[in-house]
């Protein structure tokens, strides 16, 4: 079975501080995907990452794929309230997404 | 708009009960997926179609619940006798195909918040 750990699972900081959070799996992926969900909403999908080693940036996030493709991390730099929200991590698996738990991210300004 | 909708946006329902949840994928869209996502956690897997062919249902968690698709466009998800253990969200997500390239990207609907009482 498939699995994807996301840490800290609760993340709570202040406006301008940087923050990153893990996705760690013991299988292979051939993508990983991160999304951002807010409340009463559906994920929204943040990027894609897809070869191994991979750097992609979005603004302020920037996002790492592992060489072994087993896990990701993403980086926020000087978060904002606006980051506020839950951040899912999920893996490409025959077409169907598996998800992490998520890290539920809390910016105060 | 032109996203995913799905409803109702709430459903209260008494345990024991039947109900429909309704998915609309972005037109076009020829993969139509079923998550359901409890409390504090991701999105489960459920169900996912091709057009009209319910092509994997793996994930239903019982035989109570059930999905169609009967015109390859949208959807209901049926849950039948429901047990406290349903009351979740239930999202909807389409994507244009299943397994290529960006074109498997999912979007997914706000989805449906079920509580069984």
């Known amino acids: 079975t498939q699995l994807l750990e996301q840490s800290p699972q609760f993340l709570s900081i202040q406006e301008g501080e940087n923050l990153t959070v893990y996705c760690n799996s013991s299988s292979v992926f051939s993508s990983l995907q991160w999304y951002r969900q807010e409340p009463g909403e559906g994920p929204v999908l943040l990027v894609t990452?897809?070869?191994?080693?991979e750097v992609k940036k979005l603004k302020r996030l920037t996002f790492q794929f592992g060489d072994a493709r087993k896990d990701s991390s993403l980086h926020i730099t000087a978060a904002q309230p606006g980051d506020t929200g839950l951040y899912l991590c999920?893996?490409?698996?025959?077409?169907?997404?598996?998800f992490g738990k998520g890290t539920k991210l809390s910016v105060k300004p | 708009g032109a996203g995913v909708s799905q409803s109702p946006r709430y459903k209260v329902a008494k345990r024991g009960q039947d109900v429909a949840l309704r998915c609309d994928p972005i037109?076009?869209?020829?993969?139509l997926f079923w998550y359901q996502q409890a409390l504090g956690q991701g999105p489960e897997f459920l169900t996912y179609f091709q057009n009209e062919a319910q092509l994997d249902k793996s994930g239903l968690p019982s035989d109570r619940f059930f999905a169609e698709r009967p015109e390859g466009s949208v959807s209901t998800l049926k849950i039948q006798r429901t047990q406290q253990e349903d009351s979740a969200v239930y999202l909807c997500a389409s994507s244009l195909a299943r397994t290529s390239g960006s074109q498997k990207t999912q979007y997914f609907g706000p989805g449906t918040r079920l509580l069984v009482l």
């Open positions: 037109s076009g869209h020829v993969s």
């Open positions: 999920a893996g490409g698996s025959q077409g169907n997404l598996i």
């Open positions: 990452v897809v070869t191994g080693g």
